[in-house]
């Protein structure tokens, strides 16, 4: 078997990866389906807003280290009071100190002679809140940093109108006036003179690391003098350290650069990124003349435009059309951009407000030395004095310029790239990809490892060969992988690589190397988070666009909205789509106007600009509306081939070309004279165009499973997988009617067998069948689709049906013991909790459980127990559940105990993993049956027949709700209704014959049968 020929299709998308493996015959044709699989597992993100599962982990960790960190300052200070005499050895003197007022020793001590002890008291709690220290990057992320910079500018003006010398003396003013001397942080909803509202945000009070630092040296220089012996030098120099000592930022380390991977990428922030970008973009931007024939800008033209941008922040094309003299369109101009951005960097310091006219005065590599000091120094104080010194404005210019707010995020090239590149695009008006042979880098696809013909044995973690794609790792050897070689940060890309891996190397372990590997990814997975949030955007934009038409075409037609079929709403939006004035909306070609009521009439047809036979395109942006009559003319030819039988009608071309003017621009340069080459770019046929998927993404997996087929690895576009599932007849294999059943997750399988035969021996086969269609004027694209072989079909339903889904398992017991909420304990299982209801702080209480928690060192504040042990004060709501075990009474009988996350936790602490995790015992001690997690396979018999069923969720109560192993969907479908889930106890699940089942990345079942 592993010497057999084999095409391995794959369908990765953000959660899943189908895959199907095709048997080749000798002259390369696919013949049969061998096997097929679906491997299922997370994506790495919060289902609540889609933000990467690292960040809430990182915040929480943060969180832990800040305490940490405050626990260790404390045992330091008073580690270094204690040694140099301050406070008292015993630790019931030290306790007695409790007791005296720390704010009046901190205002006392400004003018009279402290005890030691008083001294140290008065330290130690200056030390248990040392006041905020800016840092310029983080203080940008924080929504309340405009407030907290605010109440300290507040803090300083009321210490001035007071006349305290400290903040300490000032906080003991309040303090002896009854007022709060905590910062609370307040929220106000206030109602604007437009109706609108908005949260006003704001403290009562700050103190920033300034105040404290000064108090400090205000008590010390006072307190040396009174007693030079005890407060001496060292004392001073440690205690101060100790204080006030912050350790310095971890810094973030950019990406690599694509074409010199050893080097860092540049901040968008340097001019000389903003001038890379608008040189490539002015580059590329095209006159439209006429005829729709585009042309690059002459040198001249292309330097005016770069000029113009380099000192503005944006120009609209109505600007760069008077500064070129130039009255028509732009290749890149439509009613969603208007404008080209400029270099926002030098358009913000160039503002009188920061450098003005002396920024200009900077050359280009004095300008980029000046921005990589804005935007990696932290300390704003340093910067500050940077900028005096080094450009010669004055201090409150410089702190203006030091919170300029610049561009954020990085390129994709480091600054010597950038060297490189940029004489390149300016030399000559050519595209980046010229640019980059002209300035010595070689082609892209010469960098990937690929290119030297190695087959792998099997695939390696993808970072190790694709540094240029991934962050900087730490080089060790020893490290695992991931931190050594580093990582893609998106986290779905990340995990779905890792899935590809461990799913290709257990087929290439069983079967042998693939001869072909042909992958198409979905559009969500190369999204970042931000391009995922536009979609979403746009998707209830289009939802909304789409309500509106459907109630429009029911009045029109008389009949309800249910009623409306697909084919009307998109007639709808094509008919928009001719132009945002009804009066201009007329058939591209005739020039007959077609009103609302004759759009609906068998008049007026959808049809493709570029013939679909010639390019396989059924995308929107290949459509129009036209007259019945035009389009029968038109046939299968493109509007410039068929512009002279256009002409015989009266119809002439230059007409046809200011209608398609005012479409989108995706749309209007297919009318043009040379619409099908600018369609083909650098492809040399609609084949290769439709098998080709170039974007970033596709590319870096078609470089990654290159390392075990160098040969024969593709990537291709999704557009054709939908038209040939259905043309195949195989959405009725899973779904009904016709239609792609999504609750399957064996769809995934389905495409991934279509994705296996669309070569270019399949694509010409479709190609020829929707040309006989449209030389028979029928009205689909294809009269009957030829099966890639007579029994393809069968095939497929048969791999489909002997498919078991693969899960990825999660059986870590790392994760949230509890919810973050904190509750009072009111005793009689009620809590009590505070709440923040429109900027107001209430309180509320409820009858819950939670885990209660107590502290040994605060006893005497909550009291002990009657066993004396410390009184629990608070509770957490514990909402996870790490198993479920199921063991054997002393009858025989199973029974089943749960097993909460908070009680994995302390399990591990006390006697460790292999404890949680042991074989044959239960967390009670009692003999285990088996264990069950989220997700975990089960084997259920019923009615004589073994179902496999995966886990969905365990109450506390001993009940488990399951579903078999292929439905998508569930939690949603059973709280609708659609579906309902199996639920067992554990005496059920025995009666059930029921046991634990595992299936492999590979889709290989193990059933180790049935052990009462």
């Not at 940490?68 to 270094?80: G, P, Q, W």
């Not at 580093?486 to 069983?510: D, S, Y």
Request: aromatic residues 6%; proline residues 4%; charged residues 30%.
């Amino acid at each position: 078997m592993p010497n057999m020929r084999y095409r391995l299709a794959l369908d990765l998308g953000s959660t899943s990866l189908g895959w199907a493996m095709v048997r080749l015959d000798a002259q390369n044709e696919t013949c049969a389906v061998i096997k097929a699989g679906v491997r299922i597992f997370s994506d790495g993100r919060n289902p609540k807003d889609g933000s990467s599962l690292a960040v809430s982990r990182r915040e929480a960790r943060a969180m832990r280290r800040r305490r940490d960190r405050l626990l260790k300052r404390k045992n330091r200070m008073m580690a270094t009071l204690l040694r140099h005499g301050f406070f008292p050895q015993d630790e019931a003197a030290r306790q007695a100190l409790v007791n005296k007022d720390p704010f009046a020793l901190r205002a006392k001590g400004l003018d009279h002679a402290l005890q030691p002890e008083e001294f140290a008291r008065a330290l130690f709690h200056i030390n248990q809140r040392r006041g905020f220290k800016s840092n310029r990057k983080t203080d940008k992320k924080e929504n309340d940093s405009s407030a907290l910079k605010k109440a300290i500018g507040q803090l300083r003006q009321a210490m001035q109108t007071t006349g305290c010398r400290t903040v300490g003396e000032w906080l003991c003013a309040r303090h002896q006036q009854g007022l709060s001397v905590r910062a609370r942080y307040r929220e106000n909803r206030i109602t604007q003179d437009d109706g609108k509202t908005k949260i006003d945000k704001s403290y009562d009070l700050y103190i920033d690391r300034a105040m404290i630092e000064a108090e400090f040296d205000a008590l010390w220089a006072k307190q040396s003098e009174l007693n030079p012996s005890l407060f001496h030098e060292v004392a001073r120099a440690e205690l101060k350290d100790c204080l006030l000592h912050q350790r310095p930022l971890k810094p973030v380390k950019p990406g690599r650069c694509t074409l010199l991977p050893d080097e860092e990428r540049a901040p968008l922030a340097l001019p000389s990124q903003q001038r890379f970008r608008i040189y490539q973009e002015v580059n590329n931007l095209r006159l439209l003349r006429e005829g729709l024939n585009d042309e690059p800008l002459t040198l001249n033209q292309r330097d005016l435009l770069v000029h113009a941008l380099d000192t503005n922040p944006k120009r609209s094309f109505v600007q760069i059309q008077r500064l070129l003299g130039f009255s028509g369109q732009f290749n890149l101009q439509d009613d969603k951009r208007t404008e080209l951005k400029g270099n926002s960097t030098s358009a913000l310091l160039a503002k009188k407000d920061f450098f003005g006219s002396q920024w200009a005065s900077f050359d280009e590599a004095r300008q980029d030395a000046i921005v990589m000091q804005l935007v990696t120094e932290e300390n704003e104080a340093r910067l500050i004095a940077w900028l005096q010194a080094e450009t010669g404005v004055d201090e409150a210019t410089a702190e203006a310029i030091a919170n300029a707010p610049l561009p954020e995020g990085y390129g994709s090239l480091s600054a010597k790239a950038l060297e490189k590149i940029l004489p390149a695009l300016r030399a000559e008006v050519i595209t980046y990809d010229k640019a980059v042979l002209a300035a010595g880098f070689d082609h892209h696809s010469h960098i990937s490892h690929a290119a030297t013909g190695e087959i792998l044995p099997e695939l390696p973690y993808y970072g190790q060969y694709l540094q240029r794609h991934v962050g900087f790792g730490t080089g060790k050897p020893e490290d695992p992988a991931e931190k050594r070689y580093g990582k893609i940060a998106n986290p779905t890309v990340h995990i779905g690589l890792n899935q590809v891996r461990t799913v290709v190397n257990a087929l290439i372990k069983r079967y042998g190397h693939p001869s072909e590997v042909v992958v198409e990814l979905a559009r969500d997975l190369k999204q970042s988070q931000e391009q995922r949030k536009e979609e979403q955007a746009q998707q209830a934009k289009n939802q909304r666009r789409n309500e509106r038409m459907r109630q429009d075409i029911s009045d029109l037609l008389n009949t309800s909205t249910e009623r409306v079929r697909a084919l009307d709403l998109q007639k709808m939006i094509l008919w928009e789509e001719l132009s945002a004035n009804v009066a201009d909306r007329r058939c591209p070609y005739s020039g007959v106007q077609i009103s609302a009521q004759m759009l609906f009439s068998d008049q007026v047809e959808i049809e493709h600009i570029l013939p679909f036979s010639q390019t396989l395109d059924d995308s929107l942006n290949n459509k129009t509306v036209a007259m019945r009559q035009a389009n029968r003319i038109k046939g299968n030819r493109t509007p410039a081939e068929a512009a002279a039988d256009f002409a015989a009608q009266g119809w002439p071309l230059e007409d046809m070309l200011h209608r398609a003017s005012l479409m989108p621009k995706g749309k209007r340069y297919r009318f043009a004279q040379d619409g099908m080459a600018q369609w083909l770019r650098e492809d040399k046929g609609f084949l290769a165009r439709a098998l080709n998927d170039t974007r970033h993404l596709s590319r870096v997996a078609r470089e990654y499973l290159s390392l075990i087929c160098p040969q024969g690895t593709r990537v291709i576009p999704g557009r054709m997988t939908a038209m040939l599932r259905a043309k195949f007849g195989l959405n009725d294999i899973l779904g009904l009617n016709g239609e792609k059943n999504r609750n399957d997750h064996r769809h995934h399988a389905v495409d991934a067998c279509v994705i296996a035969v669309t070569d270019q021996s399949m694509l010409q086969k479709f190609a020829k069948a929707s040309a006989s269609a449209r030389e028979k004027q029928l009205n689909k694209l294809v009269e009957t689709m030829p099966l890639p072989w007579n029994s393809y079909r069968d095939h497929v339903q048969r791999a489909v049906e002997r498919i078991w889904v693969s899960h990825k398992p999660d059986h870590g017991h790392e994760g949230a013991m509890h919810n973050d909420t904190a509750y009072g304990l009111l005793g009689g299982g009620h809590v009590q909790v505070r709440k923040r209801v429109d900027g107001v702080r209430t309180r509320e209480t409820a009858a819950l459980k939670v885990i209660e928690f107590a502290d040994s060192q605060a006893h005497p504040r909550h009291g002990l127990l009657p066993n004396g042990e410390p009184r629990p004060y608070k509770g957490y709501k514990g909402d996870s559940n790490y198993c479920m075990e199921i063991v054997r009474n002393e009858k025989g009988k199973w029974e089943g105990e749960v097993v909460s996350t908070f009680e994995a936790y302390q399990l591990v602490r006390q006697h460790g993993l292999a404890r949680l995790r042991h074989p044959a015992l239960s967390v009670s001690g009692r003999p285990l049956v088996m264990r069950l997690m989220i997700g975990d396979p089960v084997g259920i018999e019923a009615t004589g027949s073994r179902k496999i069923y995966r886990l969905s969720y365990m109450a506390s109560a001993g009940t488990m709700a399951f579903s078999e192993c292929h439905e998508a969907n569930v939690d949603k479908r059973t709280r609708s209704k659609e579906l309902s889930y199996l639920f067992k106890t554990a005496g059920s699940l025995q009666k059930s014959k029921g046991r634990r089942v595992t299936i492999s990345p590979s889709g290989e079942m193990k059933d180790p049968g049935f052990f009462d």
